[in-house]
């Protein structure tokens, strides 16, 4: 007769009972394992992620209504952060806009920059 056994939660390693490829003794234990499993890459992500909802909340609150020129000393002060942001907008004819999620910029001449919410023809 085959040898059985005794099978454990990754978790808290109690005794498994039922199907043969279960790893948890529940959906509590299953959560604690993956959380503290990707608990660095979690972090790192919400840190990220932070940042860039507070340059959106920035560049929302600065801009209400669509289109707004502000110098760049202006959001510095704000506490914006010009290293993130959620993707690029490159026009025909060469200019580069900046988004945060739908709220965007581009830098003009003398340290300004034009504020602009995300038209539905820019991907």
Not at 29 to 34: A, E, K, L, T, W
Not at 67 to 84: I, S, W
């Amino acid at each position: 007769m085959p040898q059985t056994t005794e099978r454990k939660c990754l978790e808290c390693s109690g005794r498994l009972n039922g199907r043969k490829d279960q790893k948890f003794c529940g959906d509590y234990c299953r959560n604690s394992y993956n959380n503290r499993l990707h608990e660095d890459a979690n972090n790192y992500m919400r840190r990220i992620n932070n940042i860039l909802r507070k340059n959106r909340r920035i560049l929302d609150t600065l801009n209400p209504s669509g289109k707004k020129t502000v110098d760049a000393l202006l959001l510095a002060e704000e506490g914006f952060n010009f290293h993130y942001f959620t993707n690029i907008y490159e026009t025909k004819k060469g200019d580069t806009y900046y988004f945060c999620y739908d709220r965007g910029y581009i830098r003009l001449e003398d340290k300004k920059f034009m504020l602009v919410h995300k038209q539905e023809y820019v991907r």
